[in-house]
């Protein structure tokens, strides 16, 4: 393994936008989504050679390093296609270079024979592009597979021992407040290693762009996405489920293509501020008249604490609580640990 002090896991990320997939779900554009319109072509096996060999190059002080094939559905690539990409990381992982590969698909283009596959090529990782678990959405989406696909297909990948990432997208065509918590209560049950929660975005290019412009379909607002995903994040965290991301990867070709919806660049900021003000508020209301809260958090919690603009402290302000809180920071304490001592 390459030696080093770093102990941030490096990841490598490859795009195969669309590669692979079967379906045109109707919120797809994955050259937009990605921002990437070049990908690794049928006899381009060598290009993934050289993105890892020039990352690796950059990179020789990480601990442990993956590489990530990002943007398509992989394991609905033909078979021999996966082979010849996973054979162009596998000799980095048997040079001890690499420690292991991460790829996205469908829940549809998993069973157990693909599976054996990819652990043999050295795959760690794999994320199930769920994106809801109510068969009406997935229908109005155009997803072209059901609830019953990804439940299978979750328990596949647990039982080979992959370590499983779900995909989520509030916010679908026909989902309601109620039939989003259910999806989230079913993947809950489901124990994935980690969430992504991806907020539906209109796209130019994509079937929902015509959608909405026909006014088919409401994108969600800024605020209602927010307190989605902060309820989300609670639930998930409190099942021990850790969240990898929440909002899409900011690029300039989705900000140019975006037509509607609740994006940010820094959308899981905007969440993290909200969680920690409900955090905060709920502490300060258990606290009797007159007593003061003394806090403390992590220091690498202080931006999400305090929010873009002072948000949080504003909101203190204006509710006459914030003279009933003093905030500290604690180096020793992790992210997302707080310390309550009421004065």
Known sequence: MTTGTSDTPLVIPV?????????????????????????????????????????????????EVQVAFYGGSFTCLPVGRQIRLLDAVHHFIQSNDVSSIRLSTRPDCIDAEICDLLLEKGVKTVELGIQSLDNHVLSASNRGHSCEDSLLAAGILKEKRLQLGIQLMPGLPGETTVSFFKSLQQVIAIKPDFVRLYPTLVIRGAGLAKEYENGKYEPMTMNRAIALCCRAKERLESAGIKIMRMGLQASETLEKELLAGPYHPSFGELVAARYWFRRVRALLAACSPGKKLHLQISDRDISAFVGQKRINIKRLQKLGLEKRLKLETDKSLKRGELKVVVD
Request: hydrophobic residues 35%; contains cysteine.
């Open 15 to 63: 795009f195969i936008p669309h590669q692979g997939c079967p379906q045109n779900c109707l919120f797809c554009n994955q050259v937009s989504i990605s921002g990437k319109s070049a990908a690794a072509k049928e006899d381009d096996a060598a290009l993934v050679s050289r993105t890892v060999t020039e990352w690796l190059d950059r990179s020789r002080h990480r601990t």
